[in-house]
Structure formats: structure tokens, C-alpha cells
């Protein structure tokens, strides 16, 4: 009898499955939208970058062109400099760094000049201090892993002056009320032992770090103002020395190290994201990373902070090499970027910093398809969001190409304009077709017959990266010719080993530039009764975003 019953339940598991392929594969991915259907705007979660060394935003060249970010990447809107204040010989902010006769010889004025360079593209810096320089330390140890000062301060006096005079020469520099519009953060993955480590051991170090946030914390209120924007990122995607959840308890509920009252100022709380490679997630998902943090915070009494991903995206390419910018060239990227920004938005994440955008990184170069969908989502930022279901999904739960294909819809209400986005994500970078859609529109305007509609399509058609990919196999290219995952899309340097190479690459610039070009194209739609209709097909891997002017 249990046999039977064993059989016709997989019987049934089997047809159902196998109806649901069938349905993918004969009938389009079915979405409804309903422009009546209104939500709340939707976040620019694009709006931060990584820098790892302040020092590409020294000097002039493209930084003398104020207009450069506007034009090329209007989505950023901060910058996050990295071990801002210090943590070894090339980054402390003195005029002799490793002269320890004299503690106070303090020079900011190359991370003066990274800031005035930010600023004057519109954008805010973010400056992560916290890694203490050599000199207060006696016996500084230095992280193999990041090659910077891992302990804290002999005194902690002496760093509280040091982190004060700082906030007093960025006052003097930006004046008060620009200050206090950045950001600041007290160390990188704070629970990290290869940022920040006592002895490694657990205790220790988390004493430390409340220690070092507090009195950093102060040091800055009483430069910059009682609401300087600070608070801390932690690692939390992978377990650290100690757990991130007691900061949090500390800064609520702890006695301040630093002034002895209860708890310290405390405004973002920010977690590293990174996938092992392309298709091959983090053991803990990005949603779980940020929910541990906020429920936590919330638990502590903490209703009103800012949620976000201070740096990551994906380890290793196809190669297992490490990725120079964290993201790969293959049109694959695009549909991740597309599902990465959906889940964002829908559980409320307030951003996700990402590294580099072009093949020199940011600064020219030529655009990688996370630029491209980057800009295509900001068109959709700000505007207000809208119900977009996935009818197939209910129809078809066990199929995969339906789950992963999905849409973002808004309305910009000013100027009666309809927005979707849709992606077709794949885990396999490899995979190869089309992805069939319908879309069915409602709420628009019910006296309109016609109305415009433009096409922005992310594909390899679009995408600079297989032709280089092809390239490399005519110039005899190979694996052992990359310091860095061949996968990886900044290129120049530090990923090609050999100069002829590189020269090869550049050489190709004009060619590969126009590899890289978007095509909008515009048409018109007809409607009906306040209803209109699209049917089309998404390349695998792609994204595509379709305005409608003037339909609301």
C-alpha cells in the first residue's frame, strides 16, 4: 500500500513538474502591471562606490571635469574611501609616518585633496578611519591579508586628538555644514581579525573595538557636531572573531569608553556581500545578512537606521582567480546586477556599494554592463513604484527560467511616463537562448490609442566583453597571462601580466567602445480602454528597459 501511494506521488510530482516545464517552454513568461497599483519610490540603492586607495582621486586629468560623474555615472551619490586615516607608512596622515619622537606632525592634505576632488564632482564622501597608524602603536603587526596596523592605539587619548584634528581640518577646509552631510564609518568588517585583532582572541578585540568607536565617536562630534553621521560595517556574510550583534548592543546600551555615559551615537549599519563565483552563492544570503543586523537593532531600540553593503558582489571568476573589481565582463553580470538591485528594493536595503564600472575602473575606460544597468535602474530610481506579477510564477513554481526571469516597474508621475525593467537571470554564465515574455498593462490612460515607447537593451550586443574574449584566443592569450581572473573586466592593469598585451587591449579601445554602445529604440504601442500589451523575447542573461511616455 505505502509503495503505491509512494509511486503515485511521484507520479503526480513528475507531471506537475513536467507540466510546468512544458508551459515555460511553449508559452511566454506572463507578467501583469497594474500603473493603478501604487507603492512607495524607489531607492537608489546604486548610489555608493568602493575606492581602495584614495590616491586615484589625487591630481587632475578627469577630476578637473566637474561634469564627469553627472554625465558618465549620475547614480553615485557617495564615496567611500577606504582606510582613510592611516593603518600604515603610504596612508598616515603625518609628515614623518614612521618617526616616533614626534606623535603630532599631522598632514590631512592628501585626503584633502581626494575630498575636494569628490566634492567637486557633487558627490559626498565616506570615509572610513579606524586602522590606527604605526606610530601609536609600539609594535605594530600588519595584516597579510590587507597590509595594514591590526591593533589598536597605545593610547587612546592620543588617537582621539589625532581623529579631532582631522574632523577640525575637513571643517576648515568644507566648512560645518557640508561635514556634517558625509559619512564616516570606524573600520572595515570591524569583527574581521584581519582588520582589527587583540591576540585574535574574542573578548579582547570586541573591547577594543567598542574602545576605538567610542572614542572616534566623540572625536568627531566635537570637531564636525553631535549629529555626525557615523556607525560600522561588519563582515556578518561570513563568521567573524566575535559577534557583530554585541556592537550594536554596545552602542544602545553599553557604557561610552570614552565620555562613561550609556550608549554612542550610531547611525548606519552596514554588512560585506560576497558570492563564492558566478552561480555559486555565500552560504548565508544577502537578505539574511542585513536581517540579522536590523532585527538585532531593532530589538535594541534602534527604529530609524540607514541598511546597506559597504563592498562586495562576487569572489572569483570562472577561473577561480580573484576578480579585480569584484564583478565579472560576461553579459551574465547584467541580469545579476538587475535580480541584485530587485532584492534591494524589495526588502528595503537602503544601498550596495560596488567597486569599479569601466575597464580602468572608474576614471574613462570602456563601460562594462553593470554601468549600463546601473544607469538603466537609476532611470527607475525616485519614481514611484508599481505592482508587477509574475502570473507564470503561480503557473509554474518548479521552473526555473520563470523564477528568474522577473520585472521592476514605476511610474514617474510628473511627467506621465511608465518604466519596466525586466532581466532574465541564469546561474549558468554559460548558458545560451531567449527568454519569451508578455506583458499585460493596466491603469494607463483610458482616452489614449498610441503611445510612444523606447527599448534599451543590456545584451552581448551590447557588451565589449565576448569580442574581447574571442580576441584573446586569436592573440594566443591564456589562462597564465592573467595576474587576475580573466573574468574580470578592468583590464588595462592589474589583470593582463604582459605590457604587449595590454597595448593589445588598448589598441582595440575604439572597437571595443563601440561594442559597448546602448542602441534605445523607439517605437509606438497601441492601447485600448486604458490597457496596452508588449511581447518580446530576453537574450539569457539580459536586461531590458522599456519607457512609455505619456500614458498616465
Given at each position: 500500500?505505502?509503495?503505491?501511494?509512494?509511486?503515485?506521488?511521484?507520479?503526480?510530482?513528475?507531471?506537475?513538474?513536467?507540466?510546468?516545464?512544458?508551459?515555460?517552454?511553449?508559452?511566454?513568461?506572463?507578467?501583469?502591471?497594474?500603473?493603478?497599483?501604487?507603492?512607495?519610490?524607489?531607492?537608489?540603492?546604486a548610489d555608493n562606490i568602493n575606492v581602495w586607495n584614495y590616491q586615484m582621486w589625487l591630481g587632475t586629468k578627469d577630476r578637473d571635469f566637474p561634469g564627469y560623474f553627472k554625465k558618465y555615472l549620475p547614480f553615485v551619490k557617495y564615496v567611500q574611501l577606504m582606510m582613510a586615516a592611516g593603518g600604515n607608512a603610504e596612508r598616515d596622515l603625518f609628515d614623518n609616518p614612521l618617526n616616533c619622537d614626534t606623535l603630532t606632525d599631522y598632514n590631512f592634505s592628501k585626503l584633502i585633496e581626494a575630498c575636494r576632488n569628490i566634492t567637486k564632482q557633487g558627490l559626498i564622501p565616506?570615509?572610513?578611519?579606524?586602522?590606527?597608524?604605526?606610530?601609536?602603536?609600539?609594535?605594530?603587526?600588519?595584516?597579510?591579508?590587507?597590509?595594514?596596523?591590526?591593533?589598536?592605539?597605545?593610547?587612546?587619548?592620543?588617537?582621539?586628538?589625532?581623529?579631532?584634528?582631522?574632523?577640525?581640518?575637513?571643517?576648515?577646509?568644507?566648512?560645518?555644514?557640508?561635514?556634517?552631510?558625509?559619512?564616516?564609518?570606524?573600520?572595515?568588517?570591524?569583527?574581521?581579525?584581519?582588520?582589527?585583532?587583540?591576540?585574535?582572541?574574542?573578548?579582547?578585540?570586541?573591547?577594543?573595538?567598542?574602545?576605538?568607536?567610542?572614542?572616534?565617536?566623540?572625536?568627531?562630534?566635537?570637531?564636525?557636531?553631535?549629529?555626525?553621521?557615523?556607525?560600522?560595517?561588519?563582515?556578518?556574510?561570513?563568521?567573524?572573531?566575535?559577534?557583530?550583534?554585541?556592537?550594536?548592543?554596545?552602542?544602545?546600551?553599553?557604557?561610552?569608553?570614552?565620555?562613561?555615559?550609556?550608549?554612542?551615537?550610531?547611525?548606519?549599519?552596514?554588512?560585506?556581500y560576497y558570492d563564492i563565483t558566478p552561480g555559486r552563492y555565500a552560504d548565508k544570503p544577502l537578505v539574511e545578512c542585513i536581517s540579522l543586523l536590523r532585527e538585532h537593532a531593532k530589538k535594541e531600540g534602534f527604529g530609524n537606521l540607514i541598511y546597506g553593503v559597504d563592498e562586495g558582489r562576487i569572489l572569483q571568476g570562472v577561473d577561480k582567480k580573484d576578480l579585480v573589481p569584484r564583478a565579472i565582463g560576461n553579459t551574465w553580470q547584467a541580469a545579476y546586477d538587475a535580480r541584485m538591485f530587485k532584492t534591494l528594493i524589495d526588502h528595503n536595503i537602503d544601498y550596495f556599494?560596488?567597486?569599479?564600472?569601466?575597464?580602468?575602473?572608474?576614471?574613462?575606460?570602456?563601460?562594462?554592463?553593470?554601468?549600463?544597468?546601473?544607469?538603466?535602474?537609476?532611470?527607475?530610481?525616485?519614481?514611484?513604484?508599481?505592482?508587477?506579477?509574475?502570473?507564470?510564477?503561480?503557473?509554474?513554481?518548479?521552473?526555473?527560467?520563470?523564477?528568474?526571469?522577473?520585472?521592476?516597474?514605476?511610474?514617474?508621475?510628473?511627467?506621465?511616463?511608465?518604466?519596466?525593467?525586466?532581466?532574465?537571470?541564469?546561474?549558468?554564465?554559460?548558458?545560451?537562448?531567449?527568454?519569451?515574455?508578455?506583458?499585460?498593462?493596466?491603469?494607463?490612460?483610458?482616452?489614449?490609442?498610441?503611445?510612444?515607447?523606447?527599448?534599451?537593451?543590456?545584451?552581448?550586443?551590447?557588451?565589449?566583453?565576448?569580442?574581447?574574449?574571442?580576441?584573446?584566443?586569436?592573440?594566443?592569450?591564456?589562462?597564465?597571462?592573467?595576474?587576475?581572473?580573466?573574468?574580470?573586466?578592468?583590464?588595462?592593469?592589474?589583470?593582463?601580466?604582459?605590457?604587449?598585451?595590454?597595448?593589445?587591449?588598448?589598441?582595440?579601445?575604439?572597437?571595443?567602445?563601440?561594442?559597448?554602445?546602448?542602441?534605445?529604440?523607439?517605437?509606438?504601442?497601441?492601447?485600448?480602454?486604458?490597457?496596452?500589451?508588449?511581447?518580446?523575447?530576453?537574450?539569457?542573461?539580459?536586461?531590458?528597459?522599456?519607457?512609455?511616455?505619456?500614458?498616465?
Amino acid at each position: 500500500m505505502f509503495k503505491r501511494l509512494f509511486l503515485c506521488l511521484f507520479a503526480v510530482l513528475f507531471l506537475t513538474e513536467n507540466y510546468a516545464t512544458a508551459f515555460v517552454e511553449n508559452h511566454q513568461v506572463e507578467f501583469k502591471v497594474n500603473a493603478a497599483e501604487r507603492g512607495a519610490a524607489i531607492v537608489n540603492v546604486a548610489d555608493n562606490i568602493n575606492v581602495w586607495n584614495y590616491q586615484m582621486w589625487l591630481g587632475t586629468k578627469d577630476r578637473d571635469f566637474p561634469g564627469y560623474f553627472k554625465k558618465y555615472l549620475p547614480f553615485v551619490k557617495y564615496v567611500q574611501l577606504m582606510m582613510a586615516a592611516g593603518g600604515n607608512a603610504e596612508r598616515d596622515l603625518f609628515d614623518n609616518p614612521l618617526n616616533c619622537d614626534t606623535l603630532t606632525d599631522y598632514n590631512f592634505s592628501k585626503l584633502i585633496e581626494a575630498c575636494r576632488n569628490i566634492t567637486k564632482q557633487g558627490l559626498i564622501p565616506h570615509l572610513k578611519i579606524g586602522n590606527v597608524p604605526l606610530k601609536y602603536t609600539t609594535a605594530p603587526k600588519i595584516s597579510k591579508a590587507f597590509g595594514v596596523n591590526v591593533l589598536p592605539p597605545d593610547s587612546y587619548e592620543m588617537w582621539h586628538a589625532y581623529v579631532m584634528e582631522l574632523g577640525k581640518a575637513l571643517v576648515k577646509e568644507f566648512g560645518k555644514k557640508n561635514v556634517r552631510s558625509w559619512r564616516f564609518g570606524v573600520l572595515t568588517e570591524y569583527e574581521n581579525k584581519d582588520w582589527f585583532s587583540v591576540n585574535d582572541n574574542p573578548e579582547e578585540t570586541k573591547a577594543a573595538y567598542f574602545k576605538l568607536y567610542d572614542y572616534t565617536v566623540d572625536a568627531l562630534q566635537k570637531a564636525i557636531g553631535k549629529d555626525v553621521f557615523v556607525g560600522g560595517h561588519s563582515m556578518t556574510v561570513s563568521d567573524g572573531l566575535w559577534d557583530e550583534r554585541d556592537f550594536i548592543s554596545h552602542c544602545a546600551t553599553g557604557k561610552n569608553f570614552c565620555t562613561g555615559e550609556r550608549g554612542t551615537r550610531l547611525c548606519y549599519l552596514s554588512s560585506s556581500y560576497y558570492d563564492i563565483t558566478p552561480g555559486r552563492y555565500a552560504d548565508k544570503p544577502l537578505v539574511e545578512c542585513i536581517s540579522l543586523l536590523r532585527e538585532h537593532a531593532k530589538k535594541e531600540g534602534f527604529g530609524n537606521l540607514i541598511y546597506g553593503v559597504d563592498e562586495g558582489r562576487i569572489l572569483q571568476g570562472v577561473d577561480k582567480k580573484d576578480l579585480v573589481p569584484r564583478a565579472i565582463g560576461n553579459t551574465w553580470q547584467a541580469a545579476y546586477d538587475a535580480r541584485m538591485f530587485k532584492t534591494l528594493i524589495d526588502h528595503n536595503i537602503d544601498y550596495f556599494s560596488q567597486w569599479y564600472f569601466t575597464t580602468r575602473g572608474i576614471w574613462g575606460g570602456i563601460p562594462s554592463v553593470s554601468l549600463h544597468v546601473a544607469n538603466l535602474f537609476y532611470t527607475l530610481a525616485g519614481n514611484i513604484r508599481i505592482t508587477a506579477e509574475n502570473l507564470s510564477l503561480m503557473q509554474s513554481p518548479f521552473n526555473k527560467d520563470v523564477s528568474n526571469t522577473d520585472c521592476i516597474a514605476a511610474i514617474d508621475k510628473r511627467k506621465g511616463k511608465l518604466y519596466l525593467m525586466f532581466y532574465a537571470y541564469s546561474d549558468s554564465v554559460f548558458e545560451k537562448g531567449e527568454r519569451p515574455v508578455s506583458c499585460h498593462i493596466e491603469g494607463l490612460n483610458k482616452a489614449l490609442r498610441h503611445a510612444i515607447i523606447t527599448r534599451t537593451l543590456v545584451s552581448d550586443d551590447t557588451n565589449f566583453f565576448d569580442e574581447w574574449e574571442q580576441d584573446q584566443k586569436k592573440q594566443c592569450i591564456t589562462d597564465d597571462d592573467f595576474g587576475w581572473s580573466k573574468s574580470s573586466f578592468v583590464i588595462d592593469y592589474p589583470t593582463l601580466k604582459k605590457q604587449q598585451h595590454i597595448d593589445y587591449f588598448r589598441s582595440r579601445k575604439p572597437f571595443y567602445s563601440r561594442c559597448a554602445e546602448l542602441k534605445p529604440q523607439t517605437t509606438s504601442i497601441a492601447l485600448q480602454e486604458g490597457c496596452a500589451s508588449l511581447t518580446f523575447s530576453i537574450p539569457i542573461h539580459g536586461v531590458v528597459l522599456y519607457e512609455i511616455e505619456n500614458v498616465l
